[in-house]
């Protein structure tokens, strides 16, 4: 028996990425576990990102972002790009980075980085999905394991965001 809502949902696995966003001379970067792929042919993916986000509008205006896949030992860097606001700081500031071919940055220390145009989005309860073209990718250090959301624990500070129970509101 599972301990609540939260608990529930944190056994889908999941892993641990920093989303890149860039607009012209603003870039920002955000940590998100609701990234997948979900096409074959073409290559695409999806993320989940509430539009309240500071990184939403660059997104929205720049239509590309990147996917860095964490490593299993970076929940540092999980922390810093998932608790800090991109509103208050630059975050990328204290990571090394380099811009991929969409413009989005690429974090240097990654498992793994996918650089992607965004094709479409749809609304999503509390989120929007977006859903990208993988231009560019690469595995960077294929003897690392990602960091998975489940180790995490309440990084995200998500538990209070869900319902009692299935029929409950909060």
């Known amino acids: 028996m ?6 529930l949902f944190r056994r ?11 607009h012209g001379g603003a870039r920002n970067a955000f940590t998100a576990s609701s990234v ?3 096409s074959f042919d073409p290559l695409l993916v999806a993320l989940a990102i509430n539009p309240a986000h500071a990184s939403y509008p660059i997104l929205d ?18 922390e810093h ?3 800090h606001s991109g509103r208050t700081i630059d975050k990328l500031s204290s990571t090394p980075w380099r811009t991929g071919r969409s413009g989005a940055p690429l974090l240097l220390g990654a498992v793994a980085y996918f650089d992607c145009q965004v094709l479409s989005e749809v609304e999503a ?12 990718g690469a595995v960077l250090s294929p003897e ?7 180790a995490t624990g309440s990084l995200d500070q998500s538990a ?8 409950d509101s909060k």
Do not use: C, E, W
């Open 2 to 7: 599972t301990n609540g809502m939260a608990d």
């Open 12 to 22: 889908l696995t999941a892993g641990v990425y920093v989303i890149g966003v860039a």
């Open 36 to 38: 997948m792929q979900i």
């Open 61 to 78: 205006r720049g239509r590309a972002f990147s996917i860095n896949v964490l490593r299993s030992d970076q929940q540092a860097i999980a």
């Open 81 to 83: 790009f998932g608790t």
């Open 125 to 136: 309860g509390d989120h929007r999905l977006v859903i990208g073209s993988v231009i560019d």
């Open 144 to 150: 690392a394991q990602p960091l998975l959301y489940a």
């Open 160 to 167: 209070q965001l869900y319902a009692k129970g299935f029929n």
